[in-house]
């Protein structure tokens, strides 16, 4: 039976959850949260499905002897690949960020194209090719795998060689508009790629297009939409508003499955960009899974 007083799991491959996270503490703040960042085995972009399969149901066996009340996926690559064989196996709610990033892009309705960044694996597994079709078949979903996003992020690269990112951005955005040169929509497929949104955008107008005219859906903000339709939230009366801060509760628990050295500074650096997370001062516990 769910304990509706419990934590809500959360996890991703490594940090890049965290976006997922403050997003939701924002709204929510009341509630309490166990993070889990699979450090050993990050990144899962570059992983086969069986391998994330196997990883995703230890940390979710995990997650439930915690006594969770509910299960966040925070990582698309998770969700592509591994989110059907988590929910048909445990009697939880599990959610991943798919249905509910297409159902925020698909929220203007004169779309008629989105592009979707994405790691390898969610790119090649068309989860959200499969979302969409099923929800219309008057959408063009154009993909393109950007591999080299994360290591910036985790190796903490966000504020210094912005010239570098804006450069691989480029190469990577210059082949989604030339397959599709009307993308009004660009869902960040992956929980780290919203930390690097400015150096997208900059990308976007330095290839001429006006990233002004694009709605980028983060899976943070989309996952608000009907996570309390899946999850039960305790106390929906605290809602703060976008513009303030979120803060943790030292109730919230942070475990890697390696050592992190530059957790705290890195998680810092990842949610302070964000501007939606004050006061990281947890050290994670390393849980061998
Ligand atoms: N968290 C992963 C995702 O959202 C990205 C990092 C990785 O490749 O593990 O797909």
């Known amino acids: 039976m769910t304990n509706y007083n419990g934590k809500i799991g959360i996890f991703d491959s ?3 959850g965290l976006t997922v996270l403050s997003s939701i503490k924002k709204k929510y703040p009341k509630e309490k949260f166990l993070y889990v960042g699979d450090t050993a085995f990050l990144p899962y972009g570059s992983k086969t499905a069986d391998t994330i399969i196997n990883r995703t149901h230890k940390i979710v066996k995990f997650l439930i002897s915690k006594k969770v009340k509910g299960i966040i996926v925070a990582c698309n690559s998770a ?3 591994a989110l059907k064989s988590l929910q048909a196996a445990y009697d939880i709610p599990i959610i991943g960020v798919i249905e509910s990033s297409i159902t925020l892009a698909l929220k203007n309705q004169s779309i008629k194209s989105i592009g979707l960044l994405g790691t390898t694996t969610t790119v090649n597994s068309k989860a959200y090719e499969n979302v969409l079709t099923a929800k219309t078949k008057s959408v ?3 993909s393109i795998a950007c ?3 994360v290591p910036l992020v985790e190796e903490g690269w966000i ?3 912005t010239q570098i990112i804006s450069t691989i951005a480029q190469e ?3 082949s989604l508009f030339n397959k599709n040169q009307k993308i009004e929509s660009i869902i960040l497929g ?3 790629y919203p930390i690097l949104l400015t150096q997208i955008k900059k990308a976007i107008d330095q290839l001429g297009y006006d990233a002004n005219e694009i709605d980028f859906i983060d899976n943070g903000t989309a996952i608000l939409e009907d996570l309390n339709h899946h999850i039960h939230i305790n106390d929906e009366n605290h809602y703060i508003k976008s513009n303030n801060l979120a803060v943790l509760d030292t109730e919230d628990e942070f475990y890697v499955t390696d050592s992190q050295p530059n957790f705290i500074s890195l998680s810092s650096n990842i949610l ?3 501007s939606s997370i004050k006061n990281i001062n947890t050290e994670p516990q390393i849980l061998s899974l």
């Open 14 to 16: 490594g940090l890049g």
């Open 272 to 274: 302070n960009s964000n």
């Open 140 to 142: 063009t979903l154009s």
């Open 79 to 81: 969700s592509s690949v």
């Open 190 to 192: 992956c929980t780290h």
């Open 147 to 149: 591999p080299l996003f």
């Open 172 to 174: 990577y955005l210059a």
């Open 159 to 161: 504020n210094k060689n």
